[in-house]
Antibody, heavy 117, light 107 residues
Framework: VQLQESGPGLVKPSETLSLTCTVSGDSVSSDSYYWTWVRQSPGKGLEWIGYIYDSENTIYNPSLKNRVTISIDTSTNQLFLKMTSVTAVDTAVYYC??????????WGPGILVTVSS | DIQMTQSPSSLSASVGDRVTITCRASQTVSRYLNWYQQKLGNAPKLLIYGASTLQSGVPSRFSGSGSETHFILTISSLQPEDFATYYCQQNNITPYTFGQGTKLEIK
């Protein structure tokens, strides 16, 4: 599986961060994987954001306090992340990742998102 | 949340050295413990999963051991390409959590 993140590199505080992960080599509707987002910031290190499986079931990190939505589009074979009400602490490199059998085995190259006015 | 604590946070070693990195969990994660290697500017790469199973393509000088709350990553003979940052991560209970990382530097 190959993964490629895309989206704006700069988001203003209080706005919504929207990222896309384009998947190749398998289908996002595949039940082989949990389709996952992970982020990495200097302050908090690596942080698991959440995942979607079986096309519609989601689990999120409670620390993100209901600001996050993960979804997929099977017609375009893409995974999406939306994070509302962003602040500077949401500045990070965001990775699209596959979880297969309890391990993160494929990672996208990551995209740096900076939250700043 | 399960807290993952790695030691040391940084380590200087020479090519050919044997190196061990420890990861401790604040509660049991059974054997749902993975190790990743990250080089500057790149995404983490899976090295070991299930505490001790080597990911396909990873050199055999890497090995993992442990269970419950105490885990060890060993590199038997350091190679120049092994200088990187290493992370442990538990996949036992959500939210999944990572250690803070161990930076392995050339002495």
């Amino acid at each position: 599986v190959q993964l490629q993140e895309s989206g704006p590199g700069l988001v203003k505080p209080s706005e919504t961060l929207s990222l896309t992960c384009t998947v190749s080599g398998d289908s996002v509707s595949s039940d082989s994987y949990y389709w996952t987002w992970v982020r990495q910031s200097p302050g908090k290190g690596l942080e698991w954001i959440g995942y979607i499986y079986d096309s519609e079931n989601t689990i999120y990190n409670p620390s993100l306090k209901n600001r996050v939505t993960i979804s997929i589009d099977t017609s375009t074979n893409q995974l999406f992340l939306k994070m509302t009400s962003v602040t500077a602490v949401d500045t990070a490199v965001y990775y699209c990742v596959t979880e297969e059998r309890f391990r993160f085995d494929s990672w996208g190259p990551g995209i740096l998102v900076t939250v700043s006015s | 949340d399960i807290q993952m604590t790695q030691s040391p946070s940084s380590l200087s070693a020479s090519v050919g050295d044997r190196v061990t990195i420890t990861c401790r969990a604040s509660q049991t994660v059974s054997r749902y413990l993975n190790w990743y290697q990250q080089k500057l500017g790149n995404a983490p790469k899976l090295l070991i999963y299930g505490a001790s199973t080597l990911q396909s393509g990873v050199p055999s000088r890497f090995s993992g051991s442990g269970s419950e709350t105490h885990f060890i990553l060993t590199i038997s003979s350091l190679q120049p390409e092994d200088f990187a940052t290493y992370y442990c991560q538990q996949n036992n209970i959500t939210p999944y959590t990572f250690g803070q990382g161990t930076k392995l530097e050339i002495k």
